[in-house]
């Protein structure tokens, strides 16, 4: 019985860290599952991701476009006064109740290829398209790891600023400590204070730097304010970073062009642009085409027979000789009795109804552009400037892509000249502050100089931090043209 509590009570507690680990997870947040639910929610995804399902259904309608169209037309009514009985196709004076039905069905069968252009152009639109996903999804990433950047670098701050005031709350209690027993005169105590709450307000507003940060990030991937939210905070010497002599701008830009989807969506529009061209011209010549109906038609004046009596004999014009002897030749005479043929039952007789009025058709036509007020040749001159506008485009993106490229690597050795600047800066400041420490503690500087020396180390922090990031910043930017994403 002892034995079955201690498992009940060892299940519990494993449940309730299970528990407590999900809900943890749930709040923290990485890079990646950042960038990931920023792409889910955006609107402009959705939107691109929209126009990208619309572009896969031209592609569908461009492969239909090569198949016959088959339709079924039906027209019911009724005429009078002088008409034509569309049963017998002569005029008639008399009101009447007619329908008629029709399958009709038509094909290209040859026209220079605009068919299968169509198909082309909504092929190529389908991929740019899809790329443009790929884009805008690529300008999230580098948005969100800018802010992300920004809250590890706020969070930094708030702990340079902690040191800070943990360092200063010391110096305070040894110099208050000295101050009591007569050493230091109370002004050096009231210099230590009034530092330790200028100290005491920059820790104050890096916690207000990191809470306007996170809120910036939460803004930028769509997350609601009141949902809870850590970020998992890597150790910054542990984000890799590649060599920047790996990262030398023109080879980085000949990849570029073959991996960033703006470049790719751009030369797809521009392969779609030549096809554009190509079914313009198309235009100036003859389209030729098959088609075929099967058609009937019913009114109500059709005549049906309902019964025949023989009521005698009637004698004809005709007549037979026999024996030199002529003799009349005589007919039944027959009384048939019928009516119109109402129009509840056309169905009834519609094996009749099909037999007397059904006809086909089938045959070829050509049709021969000769003149359509221009629009031909005006619509070959458009999608020819059309043409050349893409290739313009493409050849500014292009050039604008390579003065990035290039700006972003002389950027990145501009930010690495000066973090390696700030690493002596600091390093420099380190031992002015110790040094200045020992003089305090021996008596030999005021606390004026202990002060200037620990605000000159905490600057050369600050700043070896902004320039740090700025420098990883830079080298992911460069990352990120070589088509290795971004990541921490």
Sequence with gaps: MKMKRSLIFVIFIVVIQLSAFAQDSSTRWS???????????????????IQARLAQIDIERAKLAQYPNVGLSSNLGTQFGRSIDPTTNQYTNTQLLYQGLNLNTGVQI????????????AGFNAKAAALDVEKITNDISINIATYFLQVIAAKQQIEIADIQVTQTLAQFDVTKKRVDAGALPALSAAEIEAQLARDSTTYVSAQASYAQAVIQLKAAINLSMDKPFEVIIPFVDDIPLAPLADLEPTALYQLALNTQPAQKA???RTKAAAESVKRAHTAFYPT??????????FANSAQQIIGANVVGVKPTTNYVTVNNANYT???PDVQITSQKRNFGQMWSGWGTQLDQNFRQSIGIQVTVPIFNNGNAKLGYQRAKLNYKTTQTYTEQADLTLQQNIYQSHNNAITALRKFIASKKSVEASQKAYDYAVKRYDAGLSNTIDLITNQNNLLRAKLDRLNNQFDYIFRIKLLEFYKGQGITL
């Design 31 to 49: 890079l990646q599952r950042c960038i990931e639910y920023a792409v889910k929610n955006n609107i402009s995804v959705k939107q691109a991701d």
């Design 288 to 297: 030729f085409s098959a088609f075929g109906t099967l058609g009937t038609n």
């Design 110 to 121: 040859f026209n220079w290829g605009a068919l299968q252009i169509d198909k082309n152009i």
């Design 329 to 331: 030749v005589y007919q």
């Design 266 to 268: 751009n030369l797809i």
